[in-house]
């Protein structure tokens, strides 16, 4: 079994190729950035979104933002029965395993790692509740300004994809064997019958979401966040 010296270089070399694989998937210009960060921001006021709603918010054409949303990758975005956006690239307004509550509001994320990378990217304190998928235990931890709140025996699974699987279906390659585990134990048995899976300390996993925003938004995260308050 490696050390934990061992360990943790291991992952840092994860998180390495991890964000490296998210880069070429998804080559964002400033603009896009722009708009990325303000569908989070919207779509985490707790409603779906229109079209228009969101051209008004970030004053851009809906022309130009109905072209845009035909254009997401499949899986990526979930749309309602009025064209209403209600899912985006791991945030989702329909309930999964993995919910994030904040100032009153109830999100959800399509796999474990959604829950950090936008509790980080909205700067709000979440309350996150998962369930260990082998165990079945509840798992409840917070994220704020004083850092993570929770066991520190949790752990996360892992997928090291590459970058056409994230661009083709993200969700189907990735987000269905992403978890939270009470304990390392926990996770190897679930990872055991798995290739490729991993499991990460959690507080590996939020050190990795905040390299992830930073990475992928870089000066998008710096606009205003008022979006996302209510």
């Avoid at 921001?41 to 709603?53: F, I, K, N, Q, T």
């Avoid at 917070?142 to 997928?159: A, K, N, R, T």
């Avoid at 019958?193 to 390299?211: E, K």
Wanted: charged content about 20%.
């Amino acid at each position: 079994m490696p050390n934990q010296e061992g360990e943790t270089g291991s992952n840092q070399a994860l998180m390495t190729r991890v964000i490296d694989s998210a880069l070429q998937a998804n080559a964002l210009d400033a603009q896009t950035q722009r708009m990325v960060v303000a569908m989070f921001r919207l779509l985490a006021r707790g409603e779906p979104v229109s079209p228009a709603g969101f051209a008004g918010a970030i004053r851009i054409p809906l022309e130009v933002i109905e072209q845009v949303v035909r254009s997401v990758p499949p899986g990526a975005l979930d749309r309602d029965d009025e064209g209403n956006v209600v899912a985006f690239s791991g945030m989702s307004l329909k309930p999964t395993d993995h919910r994030m509550q904040l100032a009153g509001r109830t999100l959800y994320g399509w796999c474990a790692f959604d829950t950090l990378f936008l509790s980080a990217l909205l700067g709000e304190s979440t309350r996150i509740v998962s369930r260990d998928p082998v165990t079945g235990e509840a798992i409840r931890f917070e994220l704020g300004s004083d850092g993570y709140q929770g066991s520190p025996e949790l752990v996360m699974s892992f997928l090291d994809v590459s970058p056409e699987e994230m661009r083709s279906n993200v969700r189907a390659a990735f987000c269905h064997d992403v978890h939270f585990f009470q304990d390392r134990e926990s996770g190897a048995r679930y990872a055991a019958d798995r290739a490729g899976l991993i499991t990460i300390p959690i507080g590996d996993a939020i050190a990795l979401a905040r390299r992830w925003n930073e990475s992928l938004y870089g000066d998008a995260l710096a606009a205003p966040a008022g979006l996302a308050r209510t």
